[in-house]
């Protein structure tokens, strides 16, 4: 079991370019979520996915974008990326109402010049 | 929505002491709060967590208590080691929906 899959780890982005960051998990978990790491903030709650098919905002949805692919995979988009978003980026799994932990992906470092 | 509050933002001790971080809510509806560790360049990880029918839980040298009156809780690490050092988080939720994270406690332990 790999767990929780991101990909790219690293990524350099110029002012206004476009990414989309990959997340996989093969624990059979129904919920994904996408979090941002930033000095003195903590973990922030981008976008979540409930349930295959759905997906809802966090704290801090404004400049992305989410897809629930399937089941396994739960995509992050930047369509115009800003210095502001500049961050380390987690993918989290976990399921449903069984449990409440998350399953944390390594990150993905991402700098907006 | 939630807001959680972590104290204190760094912590140093020295091996064999207690440390102590704490952790208020303000949503009177969450009754989820784990504690995560995160050391450096690692992914944050599950140490402990408890719900709101419980008071306290203990794992080996860790424990979290809450006060849900006052809607604050905390965790204690007792005999600390160099190993415990790391950033911990602390967060709150409503049925583990949409856990929301406080800011995190830099723990540095001196041997």
């Known amino acids: 079991n790999a767990g929780v899959t991101q990909t790219p780890k690293f990524q350099v982005l110029k002012t206004g370019q476009s990414m989309t960051l990959q997340c996989a998990q093969d624990m059979n978990h129904n919920s994904m979520y996408w979090y941002r790491q930033d000095p003195g903030m903590g973990l922030r709650l981008i976008y979540y996915?409930?349930?295959?098919?759905?997906?809802d905002k966090g704290e801090v949805p404004n400049g992305y974008n989410v897809s629930r692919l399937n089941k396994r995979e739960f995509s992050l988009r930047l369509e115009s990326a800003a210095p502001s978003q500049t961050s380390v980026y987690f993918c989290?799994?976990?399921?449903?109402?069984?449990?409440?932990?998350?399953?944390f992906g390594e990150g993905s470092r991402l700098t907006v010049l | 929505g939630e807001n959680v509050e972590q104290h204190p933002s760094t912590l140093s001790v020295q091996e064999g002491d207690s440390a102590v971080i704490k952790c208020t809510y303000s949503d009177s509806a969450s009754n989820y709060f784990p504690w995560y560790k995160q050391e450096l360049g690692k992914r944050p990880q599950l140490i402990i967590d408890?719900?709101?029918?419980?008071g306290e839980k203990k794992d080996q040298r860790i424990a979290v208590t809450l006060n849900k009156t006052a809607k604050h809780f905390s965790l204690h690490i007792t005999e600390t080691q160099p190993e415990d050092s790391a950033v911990y988080f602390c967060?709150?939720?409503?049925?583990?929906?949409?856990?929301?994270f406080g800011t995190g406690t830099r723990l540095q332990v001196f041997p």
């Open positions: 989290a799994s976990s399921v449903w109402r069984d449990t409440g932990e998350l399953f």
């Open positions: 967060a709150a939720s409503k049925n583990t929906d949409k856990l929301i």
């Open positions: 408890i719900r709101s029918n419980v």
């Open positions: 996915s409930a349930s295959e098919g759905t997906t």
